[in-house]
Nanobody, 118 residues
């Protein structure tokens, strides 16, 4: 059973930084990717960033390029999202996701609130 637990959210002022963490457990496969998605009130969930576990290929939404950086710690089965120069548009519930690339099965964390004040 795959479980994803996010941490590191909170309320910050615009221009400040925050780092989110997502620890995965119960993995029985290694061919997977992990990423971050976010959902603001009244909006659809949108892709933020992702990283493959083997190879470390990264992908970013255009809106966060240069400000947000995704990374991984394979030994800890943990993915991070370093968020710099935050702005109010980044306010959302951030969800950690994991995709089994062999079966295209997705798993989701509970979500964590990030609020950026102006």
């Amino acid at each position: 059973q795959v479980q994803l637990v996010e941490s590191g959210g909170g309320l910050v002022q615009a221009g400040n930084s925050l780092r989110l963490s997502c620890a995965a457990s119960g993995l029985t496969f290694s061919t997977h990717a992990m990423g971050w998605f976010r959902q603001a009130p009244g909006k659809e969930r949108e892709f933020v960033a992702s990283i493959s576990w083997i190879g470390g290929s990264t992908y970013y939404a255009d809106s966060v390029k240069g400000r947000l950086t995704i990374s991984r710690d394979n030994a800890k089965n943990t993915v991070y999202l370093q968020m710099n120069n935050l702005n109010p548009e980044d306010t959302a519930v951030y969800y950690c996701g994991l995709r089994n690339l062999d079966t295209l099965t997705d798993f989701w964390g509970q979500g964590i609130q990030v609020s950026v004040s102006s």
